[in-house]
């Protein structure tokens, strides 16, 4: 039996640490759970918003009006070489426990913050590596039917920063099984430290984010020409950084109320103590409209809003 609570705050279940109360809240951990708490909204008609680690996610000031479900099973099993995981699992616990099992190719995404089901969703990514690049399969459940299934990694159809589960909310995800190769414990661990100092020059850590605002857009070969003459590097796939637009018309550690484009990365939306959805927002606004005008260029928010 599910236990389903009324007026939850909701900002310090998520990482930015913004956002009001769920008229209705509720954990589960099991496909029953999950199904009995989709029931439970629509007996009474309400919206539901299913979440788990609470980064990339904005709840807005005035809250959630229906039924937030937080998915928290976070077992881990070794299979040799494949590690099945619950949806809840925290992404780096699940990278930590890899390494403790000396199983290698997830260190690049070392630090990202968030559960693995969420990462599954959105197939985050850093350094040259995408969840895509682990994944084998993963077992997810149709709350509009009932039904329970298992996806191989071509039938998740990633791509930058989406997957089938983004595009159809109705299946939620539950079970992810991700396939390693062997390594040394010694060798992964360090590579895993360098990913985090890596991380710690683009952006600094442990401080109230969302993560990346936006993600990186598609761009034509003149902005893409600009991008390269000014920092050196190559565009990819006809992407350009979201942070480099930003921080090439000024948005650099603008700042509303207290929400503040990063000190080091302008794409980090940071919280400095008192923020609102709306201070965000308004940046968010603020930030569109001057890359759009300079460059011609549409941003688009990575982060998922919620209540709004």
């Known amino acids: 039996m599910i236990n389903v609570q009324e007026n939850i705050l909701l900002a310090p279940l998520t990482t930015f640490d913004i956002g009001g109360n769920a008229r209705y809240f509720v954990e589960v951990v099991s496909i029953e759970e999950i199904k009995e708490a989709v029931a439970f909204a629509k007996e009474r008609s309400l919206k539901y918003f299913v979440f788990s680690g609470g980064s990339n996610t904005l709840f807005a000031d005035h809250g959630f ?119 040394n414990k010694k060798e992964i661990e360090s590579a895993m430290h360098d990913v985090i100092a890596k991380r710690n020059n683009l952006q600094i850590q442990d401080v109230k984010s969302a993560g990346s605002w936006f993600t990186n857009p598609e761009a034509d070969e003149r902005v893409q020409e600009m991008f390269e003459h000014d920092t050196g590097k190559k565009s990819h796939d006809g992407r350009v950084p979201a942070g480099w637009l930003l921080q090439s018309c000024g948005v650099f550690q603008k700042r509303i109320g207290d929400i503040q484009a990063g000190v080091q990365h302008a794409n980090y939306f940071i919280n400095m103590g008192n ?34």
Do not use: W
């Not at 930590?96 to 260190?107: I, L, P, Q, R, V």
């Not at 299934?149 to 920063?161: D, I, L, Q």
């Not at 001057?290 to 688009?300: H, M, Q, Y």
């Open 275 to 308: 923020g609102t959805a709306e201070q965000a927002m308004q940046l968010s606004a603020v930030a569109k409209t001057r890359v759009r005008d300079e460059f011609g260029v549409n941003l688009k928010e990575e982060v998922v809003l919620a209540g709004f």
């Open 65 to 183: 009006d229906g039924l937030v479900i937080r998915i928290k099973n976070n077992s881990m099993t070794d299979n040799g070489g494949e590690l099945m995981c619950g949806a809840g699992t925290s992404l780096m616990t699940f990278l930590m426990f890899a390494a403790e099992k000396e199983y290698t190719g997830g260190e690049n995404l070392t630090g990202i913050p968030g559960s693995v089901g969420g990462a599954v969703r959105g197939n985050a990514g850093a350094f040259g590596t995408e969840m895509k690049d682990i994944v084998k399969e993963v077992h997810a459940i149709n709350v509009e039917t009932g039904e329970t299934k298992v996806f191989s990694n071509e039938e998740c159809a990633f791509g930058y920063r989406k997957s089938f589960f983004k595009k159809n909310p109705s299946f939620i995800i539950v079970n992810i099984l991700c396939h390693f190769i062997p390594g």
